[in-house]
């Protein structure tokens, strides 16, 4: 068949620009394989967009030929470590990693020349990568799984939503994730996070007015923080309790 027939495969003036393959989910999850994608991948230097959760990619090599890669979705091979040139790619704006059996990241990146906007880390058993925060234009973070401390300086990022639940991160929180001028949504529930909320913590609930975000639904929704199952100290005042933008699932005493 023509390549632009082919399931999963999008093209442009002959040349591929996309692959899904999620039609193969099924199949792996019933044979309980890890299907590897093959290395000839890498030869489609005019790939924007890469979706494979169920076909693992070997990123632990260069990838320098992708120039034009823009969103990825992809299950990283067992056992690897995610090459730091990936998060290099001049184009690459949209980022989901996901690790089934203890891939790591990588250790540190040797620039802050990162265009990265959203990234997404599932499944890996490792610590928090601290060096997201030089990570400029990042607006949506999550993860879980991840230990650790939370790295100072996620407050001067422009992020909208930050998600890091499910996890072992443990100290306390940042005082500066509250100072944000531009979050509505953090999630850091079940971890083991420590100490006493920020009182950054309180001032940030209360000029929730200033930031109100609109969702693709139409409806205007205020701040939306979760802290619970950690074993923070401490108590929520009966104001902030009050405030319309108040949407946490816990008790009033952590």
């Known amino acids: 068949k023509p390549l632009d027939e082919w399931a999963g495969v999008d093209t442009e003036y002959g040349y591929i620009t996309q692959i899904e393959l999620t039609h193969l989910v099924q199949f792996s999850e019933i044979n309980s394989l890890y299907l590897e994608v093959p290395q000839e991948i890498y030869n489609l230097c005019y790939i924007r967009h890469f979706?494979?959760?169920?076909?693992?990619?070997?990123?632990?090599?260069?990838?320098?030929?992708?120039?034009?890669?823009?969103?990825?979705?992809?299950?990283?091979?067992?056992?690897?470590?995610?090459?730091?040139?990936?998060?290099?790619?001049?184009?690459?704006?949209?980022?989901?990693?996901?690790?089934?059996?203890?891939?790591?990241?990588?250790?540190?990146?040797?620039?802050?020349?990162?265009?990265?906007?959203?990234?997404?880390?599932?499944?890996?058993?490792?610590?928090?990568?601290?060096?997201?925060?030089?990570?400029?234009?990042?607006?949506?973070?999550?993860?879980?799984n991840l230990s650790g401390s939370l790295p100072a300086g996620l407050g001067n990022l422009p992020l909208t939503q930050f998600y890091a639940s499910n996890g072992s991160l443990s100290g306390q929180i940042p005082s500066d994730l509250f100072l944000s001028n531009s979050l509505h949504i953090i999630d850091l529930h079940n971890n083991k996070?420590?100490?006493?909320?920020?009182?950054?913590?309180?001032?940030?609930?209360?000029?929730?007015?200033?930031?109100?975000?609109y969702y693709d639904d139409g409806i205007c929704r205020g701040k939306d923080v979760r802290l619970d199952y950690n074993d923070l100290s401490g108590d929520i005042s009966q104001e902030i309790q009050n405030h319309p933008n108040w949407c946490m699932y816990w008790p009033t005493t952590v």
């Open 51 to 144: 979706h494979s959760q169920s076909c693992a990619l070997d990123i632990t090599r260069r990838i320098s030929n992708w120039k034009n890669l823009y969103n990825l979705t992809v299950l990283v091979k067992p056992h690897s470590t995610i090459a730091e040139e990936l998060f290099l790619c001049e184009q690459l704006k949209h980022l989901i990693l996901i690790s089934k059996d203890n891939a790591k990241l990588p250790a540190g990146i040797s620039t802050n020349m990162l265009n990265i906007e959203t990234l997404y880390l599932y499944g890996f058993d490792d610590e928090f990568p601290s060096y997201i925060t030089t990570f400029s234009k990042l607006w949506s973070f999550g993860a879980d």
């Open 193 to 213: 996070l420590t100490g006493s909320i920020p009182k950054e913590f309180y001032n940030f609930m209360s000029n929730g007015e200033n930031h109100v975000c």
